[in-house]
């Protein structure tokens, strides 16, 4: 997009890295291997584009915990059980270890780390096609050979070019051996060891700035003030009286102090976790002198009384805002603020990955240059957009981990005179143009509040947990202030003070690994009074992934036979909340084309049920409402294998997921528009791969609040004690957006005896 004129902006590149402390212990392995995999793929990789572009300036954002376990894996020779198990011997693997590497070592994106590799693909169909847990299906050498290609997947594509024994043991495809995969991770190590002195060279030459964010991740103003940060407090609440401020404090302290130790440097800036902020956090911050610190568009919309406005491309209408610098006045001096604009970072994780790299870099450049057309009539001279983000997570649903995309952004920013990369604490230093900000509002950067940590039976239940465990700690603190293992027992606390914990506890989040989650959470719990000698209690025996009772799990908990009647569940005795769920997740683009926000599932005896609760966003716009909706729904029995055919929708993208190569027997269309139910239909599949229309069949339906459907398993073919698998589909003019779930297909089984009546 070209300009005839065109004021300087500004953009600061804000890459975040985080992993939690996957051990039991401070020496022990690491239970989960993501902080070797990001760091073989990740963590070095992303800063090294500074090398490639003079011009390129970088900020990053490293949680010390993570550091720590970086410099553990490079120089300690820390492992992994996925590590263990890479390096030993193909005829030692027990069955536990054939089971673990069957339901864990296809961990990895099936479209862009699983497909393009012949071998690695051919192996997935075989376990796929198995059902998963048949270690039959692998001879002890495919055994080998899968751990050996899932940790190659997960290792740099530029790594793999540049480095000639990668290079050779790519190639090989099949029959690696022991000493194969021993090298393979000692070059996961070398690659690992580098990143510490790289990171440290660039802030040197100040290519890139290196921030910080408490120790262990932990929410701040959840710490500073929980009882406030509850939405539905309950009086007399045990959780009322939890008071963690002066962790909040240590753990901030900690993580500058242990910053400055490693890189030689103290950071300037703090990343709150999850960029949650409340004016207790600023003050905190500020009396440890931090000079700035970060949070998003909408916390600032909230702070200002001013809400940016995005057209239906999600483009701001009004960026001016947002594209300034702000100053905060707390009791010890000013702290900086800087807010992320929000739809640029939502697309780079959630959205650009299924469309082609080249495109959609030139998408955000041509994002970039609109929002800079918009500050023509500023009556200032100086503008920041911070684009700002998880740097970790996005880059293996890309082709080519995302070289491609960010080759081809960095060099359409750097090429362009009009615009300059710059290092945060740099700019802010040179900033005349600060605005004042008289308040902050309390929340984070997911819906403005911190429902995702707190707020949720399961949840809370965590956090009473962590607060017995504490007030045993500080009475033996101040029976014992001397006591050599207080210090250990103090990180025990700080660790499971950590966000991660509470945000995989409950609803609605499902890592499919929770029980991971939790035992590390519980164990860590544990450690502090062992490191006391004290007792433990009980309660942390019982796993807290067992207790959610107040909310519908993911699958149904009973059969439910509920009234088609289109209203939302609101009583907390209603059916429905017996019913299992699906959530569809949001972002800039699933906000406004997505057609429900949750999907409830059941059946009885004779009929499966669906209720549709609708997407929010849609409602409340009435530009958007008159669009034409579509929702597919793709079923078939379990047992049923003939006279099926696969998902006719058309690929708006190249993604290919693993359900998208699945066959069906029945499809059911829906389709709103002007917020009618418009086209309610069933399509039944017949040999030839061929689909046709069914007429006459009686699907009940209400549509007023929400969705309902009942459909009698009779049409559908699917008699007593015989399962029905489903997945659902996202559609726009029969081009599908995105499958619900993406990885498998949901499944509910008609009793095998109906009910006496």
Known sequence: MMMSQSKKLSIAFYWHMHQPAYQLSHNGDYLMPWVRLHAVKDYLD?????????????????????VDSIIDYGENGAHDIHSRLTITPEDNFTDEDKIFILNNFFD???????????????????VQAAGGN?????????????????????TDPSFKTSNSELKKLVKKEKNYTLEDREKIIQIQREIIAKIVPTLKKLAEKNDIEITTSPYYHPILPILLDYKNVKKNPIPDDELSSLKTDLDAKLQTKMALDRMEEVFGKRPKGIWPSEQCVSGKTLEMLSSLGVTWSISDEGILANSI???????????????????KTYQYKTKNSDIQMIFRESTIPNLISFEYQNHNPIATANDLYDRIKVLQSKILSSPDNEHLLTIALDGENCWENYLEDGASFLKTLYTLITEDDTLE?????????????KKVLNKISSGSWIN??????????????AWTYLKRVRQDFSEFVKREP?????EAARKELFICEGSDWFWWYGEPNDSGRDNIFDFIFRTRLKNIYRYLDLDTPKYLDEPLTDMSTSKPSKYPRSLITPEINGLNVTNENDIWNNAGFIEIPDGPVLRDSKLFDKIRFGNDENNFYLKFHLNKYIKENSDLSKKTYQMYIYLRKASHRQDLAPVRLINKTRNISPVSMEKFHNEIQIAIRNDKLQLLRIIKAIPGDMWVLEHSKPIEAAY???????????????????????????????????YIPNETVLAVTRPAVAAVK
Do not use: C
């Open 134 to 154: 048949d270690i039959s299906v692998l001879s002890n050498q495919e055994y080998a050979d899968l751990t050996a290609l899932f940790n190659l997947a997960w």
């Open 108 to 126: 990895a994106n099936y479209q862009t780390m699983i497909l393009p590799n012949n071998e690695y693909h051919r192996l997935y169909q075989i």
């Open 46 to 66: 992303m800063a090294l584009w500074t090398k490639k572009f003079e011009k390129l300036k970088l900020n990053f954002n490293f949680v010390p915990a993570l």
């Open 421 to 433: 990369t710059v290092l945060i604490s740099d700019y802010l230093e040179k900033s005349k143009e």
């Open 448 to 461: 403005r509040n911190f429902k995702l940590w707190v707020d949720e039976p399961v949840k809370d239940l």
């Open 704 to 738: 007023d609040e929400v969705l309902d459907l009942k459909i009698p398993f009779d049409i559908l073919g699917v008699k007593n004690g015989e399962t029905l698998e489903f997945l659902f589909i996202n559609a726009n003019y029969g081009i599908k957006d995105f």
């Open 305 to 323: 009384n001013f809400e940016f406005e995005h057209d239906f491309k999600g483009y701001i209408k009004e960026p001016y805002h947002l594209l």
């Open 482 to 486: 001397l006591n050599p293992n207080i």
